[in-house]
């Protein structure tokens, strides 16, 4: 746990926050999806869930609870991956993470690529491709692409839902 996590979780423990001030703190975690916050907060938050873990880990019981259309409405709130629609409107922290990964410096030849299996894959799917791309690079995350897009989508939607809780995660552990 970074010093700057620790200070939070020590200086503004998730039990001690009303309502609103729980969700302005931790509803962006899952993309566009305040709505994790709201359940997690309505169930009750305890002292149990000061460590980013431990809210990692409620947080994703919130969304893995949840019924399908919720789940597929939160994996439809994020962007492409360094295609076309994710160099127009990105949050700071999908930004942040899509540069720390090199996918701001695609080549003309990288970038039609992840075009393309954007949208095979949306068209394959109905959703967007997610990867925590943290500690991956353009290649890596190409890899994976290439590989994933030829899943079946009982699976990809599994493997999607887990990416968004690795996202989350790292978010809470990077606060």
Same mark, same amino acid.
């Given at each position: 746990?970074?010093?700057? $996590?620790?200070?939070? /979780?020590? *200086?503004?423990?998730?039990?001690?926050?009303?309502?609103?001030?729980?969700?302005?703190?931790?509803?962006?975690?899952?993309?566009?999806?305040?709505?994790?916050?709201?359940?997690?907060?309505?169930?009750?938050? $305890?002292?149990?869930?000061?460590?980013?873990?431990?809210?990692a880990?409620?947080?994703?019981?919130?969304?893995? !609870?949840?019924? #399908?259309?919720?789940?597929?409405?939160?994996?439809?709130?994020?962007? #492409?991956?360094? !295609?076309?629609?994710?160099?127009?409107?990105? *949050?700071?922290?999908?930004? #942040?993470?899509?540069?720390?990964? !090199?996918?701001?410096?695609?080549s003309?030849?990288?970038?039609?690529?992840? *075009?393309?299996?954007?949208?095979?894959?949306?068209q394959?799917?109905?959703?967007? /491709?997610?990867?925590?791309?943290?500690? /991956?690079?353009?290649?890596?995350?190409?890899?994976?692409?290439?590989?994933?897009?030829?899943?079946?989508?009982?699976?990809?939607?599994?493997?999607?839902?887990?990416?968004v809780?690795?996202?989350?995660?790292?978010?809470?552990?990077?606060?």
């Amino acid at each position: 746990m970074t010093e700057t $996590t620790e200070s939070l /979780f020590i *200086t503004r423990p998730p039990n001690t926050l009303a309502e609103s001030a729980f969700v302005s703190l931790y509803g962006w975690v899952y993309e566009h999806s305040p709505w994790v916050a709201h359940k997690l907060y309505a169930r009750g938050i $305890t002292k149990s869930l000061h460590s980013p873990a431990a809210l990692a880990d409620a947080m994703a019981a919130v969304v893995n !609870g949840a019924v #399908d259309d919720d789940k597929l409405s939160l994996l439809r709130a994020h962007p #492409d991956l360094a !295609g076309k629609l994710a160099l127009a409107d990105l *949050t700071a922290s999908s930004q #942040d993470e899509q540069k720390g990964a !090199g996918l701001d410096q695609c080549s003309p030849e990288e970038l039609a690529r992840f *075009t393309e299996l954007n949208d095979l894959y949306k068209q394959k799917f109905g959703f967007p /491709f997610i990867f925590a791309v943290k500690g /991956f690079n353009r290649a890596d995350i190409l890899e994976a692409f290439e590989r994933r897009v030829k899943n079946d989508p009982e699976a990809e939607f599994n493997e999607a839902i887990h990416q968004v809780h690795r996202i989350a995660k790292l978010r809470l552990e990077a606060l």
